[in-house]
């Protein structure tokens, strides 16, 4: 159990090291092989998470399955996992592989895609238990090159120079975050993260960044942070990308990013930057209101499903983001778990999007309609897909939004009323999104003759709705493990915000 | 015995459902169906047995759920003789739906050729009794709440695979909104209550209800329950929806009946003492909608449109605190819906066109049961003594007896509700027209049809013995016997209405419902329009310029480049060895890392 972390961070970057290695051509034979292999590797990472997950004390408090080596050059490899980090690596082990399969049809170059997936899972990973600020940052910007890599060669035409502006979207992020993170590590004279966190520094003097520093600091982080959600008005990376990428390309950018941005959230800003936080606490929720409606706005008006699915991808972020600006201990729960819960819904949504496209060959519409007609299996899954988003009971997305609304009374009534405002909004899209594709009429040829899901979607969308529902008629599963940790981060940041410094 | 049956209709659910095909299509109805009638026999011996235990509500503990700060939710059922009769009703009535969907309400031809709807029917009826057993027995607020999301879905899903015109989907999208909006301002008072009291069970808030804040709570769930009663003026919506299969339409509109008396009984000591302003909605809409029915084109619409009266007497019952009428009320406007809407079915599906169903005499004897029983309207030489302890005049007296300042509106809304169903009766079995449709399925009734009827009429008259003998004859206020006279004048009226040519058809009347009634819909119209032209400027303008503006030009110049250098790096002899070297340090760190430094 003592590599248990670094076992689960590496076991993507190895399998993608085998393939670089052993694999050559790209023959039916070989894109087989990769493909299977990534499902070996993906599988088995999600595997030691659900051993971590059993093995994570839920009562201890603090980092457990700490691994801290020193490196050349004065750096520290140290990992760790809390509740927080524990729930969001289960979301992001539980993704990959339906990421997986949502790439299934990918038929250029396998390998090579396989191995940019791999290492792109590896460092979302490493960034979720890195507990040193210089292997956070490397993890966390580093994951956005093979993600882009995949979206850019494997996507359709356009697909390089909408990589290249999600790209340039990022990048004074990173700079930003980088001279951030080193601001921090230089007034504490230390890169331990655990340490920050606990305003328990080597130096023994200021435990905590001054008021006013925290205020400019956690603007330097909120770059990389927006981009990540994504918020307004660093976001229109996001429709171009989904227009253009691979399905699974975006998924995991999507998917994963508001993971990221939220992680950041939690792990830097609440903790480390309290004052700063609440200093800067109502523009935040300004600006995720104002994003979610944007968001919403535009989802409304898609005509094709990959736009639709963008935009929705970006609205649904606004509730965890919301919930964890609560501050409480019920709203860190729901952020946790709603990251979750978004990721799962997206990940069914991307695999429902390819299974149409590889049919109709369009994500227009106008080529849908009537489809629970021809296929009502399918149609009820995707229905339970879509109205997760706004909070279906039986899945994960409820205990989120009775979370969230509790939570958010804690903060403030109006963020309460605001978030019930949201998912009213979450509910216009989802039901139209609904609409457009499985009701209306049966009266296009290609939708009388398209043919059913096969074995693998059917797997995937039915392991992403059984898992959403498995959280959402026991979230104990989860909440018993990110609990702990949500109530001392909510209990401390309480302390922070209420009696200043 | 609660979770058995809230699990046997959730099978029944599954087993009907499109993953339940292995089964067969007829096998998985029939195990459907008699799962269904399972849960609703183990629902009436729950009820008994609750009603005749003096010791009051149970819980029934099934298992934690969210926990989370100082939150402490579990899945639980609270049982009492109100919740327990609302859930028997429910499931009786889901019981019914399902053996008339399987007979009057399909055309034969569908059977025949395996159109599968039978099947659909079951399985979404099954699946709104469990969300309405969610709604009933929830012991606490989140609970509650998650029951009314289910339920929301439940009816949008039995409109969208059940109903094939568009028009029908388009309107259980928008009452997915309405009931959407309903539930979730729901968990806002779930959420308000909790600031207050620190705790989600209905008991523990009960206790505290003094403390509790009421103008918001009363706000919401006032809201909350009416956005399950549809009332004018924002029911356009569910009058649309409401045009399903008789059988459907009957059990939509009795379990969205339950689940509003419910939301407002859980509410009643939350709330503020006197809600005049939720009671004038209420008695507006009783009086509106029957008329509204008049003016109609159809015989579903005009059904649909009348079903609205008796619901929002019951929801009235149920504000002021008398539970016993409300359900009373909609046990025997469920059973009477079931007929009517089953029999008008049978019409539509074998006839074709007005008066032809007399020919048919299951139907016309079904329809007529309804119509006796929905109005409150005995007939004395037939039914006796009996026609006094109809669920109709039992529960339209018992609401009567606590309308107060309402008394006189709902004694009016009682005989247009009785016009109402009388004119549907006479124009569907006594019109003038008989030719029948060419491509009109001839055949009688299915035997199980009438078998099914005949229950549905004896179930009715033991529904009044029970509950009459239960509750007592109830008076119903200043008017000796009102029910009964309403029923009388309303039949009466229907009759002039049939008579009289140019009558019918309610042609002067057909301008008012149009217009100002359902001003809301140009308000939504209006709305949708104005939310689709910012989406578009969003999406399209804004978002597309932004692009254009700053990083189109920018990547346009950058990514040639890139390009290039990428071109160079590919055919350079040194490619592999960077790429070789890349991997090689990357094994190494991991190495390194696992090997523990």
Known sequence: MDNLLSILTFIPLLAALILAVFLRGDDEAAQRNAKWLAVTATGATFLVALILWGAFDPAMDGFQFVEERAWPLGLTYKVGVDGLSLGLCLAVAGLTPLAVAASWRIAERVRDYIIALLTAETFILGALLSLDLVFFAIFLEGALVPLLVMAGLWGGKGAGQAALKVFLYALPGAVLL?????????????TDMDALMRHNLPSGGESRFPGGLQTWLLLGLAWSLAVKLPLWPLHAWLPGLAARAPAAATLMVAGTGAILGLYMLLRLAVPMLPMGLMDLWPYATGLALFSFAWAALAAYVQERMRGALAYLAMALAAIPLLAALSGSAMGIDAAILGAAARALTLAGLFVALTMVEARLRSDAFEAMGGIRLRLPGFSILLMALCYTCFGLPGTAAFPVLALAVLGAFEAHAWLAVALVLAVLGLGAVAAGL???????????????????????????????????????????????????????????????????? | ????????????????????????????????????????????????????????????????????????????????????????????????????????????????????????LVSSTALLASAAFVVIFASGTLLFGAGLIAFTVASALILDFNVRSAGAGRAAA????????????????????????????????TSLAGDMPARPVTLALGLAGLAFTAPVPFLPWALKASEAPGALAALLSTCAGLVAVTVFLRAQPFLEPDPVVLEGLIAVTAILMPLASLAQQSARARLAAAAFAPVALAVFSALNGNAGAALILLAGHGVALLLMGAALDHVANHAGEAGAGAEHRGAQAAALGGAISATGFGVPVLLGPLALVLPGYLGQAGALASAEAFYWPLVGALVLHALALWAIYLDAFHGRGKKKRDDADTDAEPILSRVTSGGLLALLIAFGVVLGTITGLPGSGPLPGAPLLAGVAGFLLALLFHRVPGARGAAPLRPVFEGPIFLPEIFRMGLETALRSLGRLVSDRLDKSLLEAVFDPLSARLLPGLDRLSGQFNASRAAPWVLGAAVAAALLVTLVTLAGG
């Open chain 1, 434 to 501: 609904y609409r457009q594709i499985a009701l209306g009429d049966l009266l296009r040829e290609d939708v009388r003759t398209m043919g059913g899901m096969d074995a693998r979607e059917r797997l995937a969308m039915g392991l992403a709705l059984g898992a959403l529902v498995l959280l959402g008629l026991i979230p104990g599963l989860l909440l018993d493990r990110t609990g702990p940790a949500a109530a001392a981060l909510a209990e401390s940041y309480a302390a922070a915000t209420s009696a200043p410094e």
């Open chain 2, 1 to 120: 015995m609660e979770l058995t049956i809230f699990l046997a209709l959730l099978v029944a659910a599954l087993v009907s459902s499109p993953f339940g095909r292995g089964l067969g299509e007829q096998t998985a109805t029939f195990a459907a169906t008699a799962l269904g009638a399972l849960a609703a026999l183990l629902a009436w011996v729950v009820c008994i047995g609750t009603l005749g235990d003096d010791a009051g509500p149970r819980s029934v503990f099934i298992a934690p759920w969210i926990e989370s700060g100082t939150l402490a939710s579990e899945i639980a059922f609270e049982v009492d003789g109100v919740s327990s009769l609302s859930v028997a009703i429910a499931l009786t009535i889901a019981v019914f739906a399902q053996l008339y969907g399987a007979t009057l309400s399909t055309p034969k031809t569908l059977r025949r050729v395996g159109d599968c709807r039978a099947m659909r």
């Open chain 1, 178 to 190: 980088i001279v951030t993170l080193a601001t921090m590590a230089n007034n504490a004279a230390t």
């Open chain 2, 174 to 205: 928008r009452g997915l909104l309405v009931c959407l909006t309903g539930a979730l301002l729901s968990l806002l008072a779930a959420g308000t209550l909790f600031a207050a009291g620190d705790a989600v069970s209905f008991e523990v808030l």
